[in-house]
Nanobody, 122 residues
């Protein structure tokens, strides 16, 4: 079974940047679409970004600040986060769906990582 391991979270000041990484244990799953979601305490899980075979999408709340990408040579999915705001504070999760196109629907993702915490101070 494929495993996803996130890293790169931490504490950053408003306006700062972080790059999250998600290592995919099985390279055969890199062909499928990957997504990033986040969940703040007391709030529902929220879609952040997704990348598929020929497309990528980001939520309106992070558009222009966050970008998703992947490196097939190292089996890593990235989430570059710039101009961070306190409202970006959350646990961030990487996920894979067994399909090629990107999606904002968390229910369409079958494999999930354990998450990495991002805290943005004001």
């Amino acid at each position: 079974q494929v495993q996803l391991v996130e890293s790169g979270g931490g504490l950053v000041q408003t306006g700062g940047s972080l790059r999250l990484s998600c290592v995919v244990s099985d390279d055969t799953f890199m062909r499928y679409a990957a997504g990033w979601f986040r969940q703040a305490p007391g709030k529902e899980r929220e879609f952040v970004a997704s990348i598929g075979g020929t497309d990528s999408i980001t939520s309106d709340s992070v558009k222009g600040r966050f970008a998703v990408s992947r490196d097939f040579a190292t089996n890593v999915v990235y989430l570059q986060m710039n101009s961070l705001k306190p409202e970006d504070t959350a646990a961030y999760y990487c996920a894979l769906r067994v399909a090629y196109s990107s999606s904002f629907d968390a229910n369409e993702y079958y494999y999930w990582g354990q998450g990495t915490q991002v805290t943005v101070s004001s």
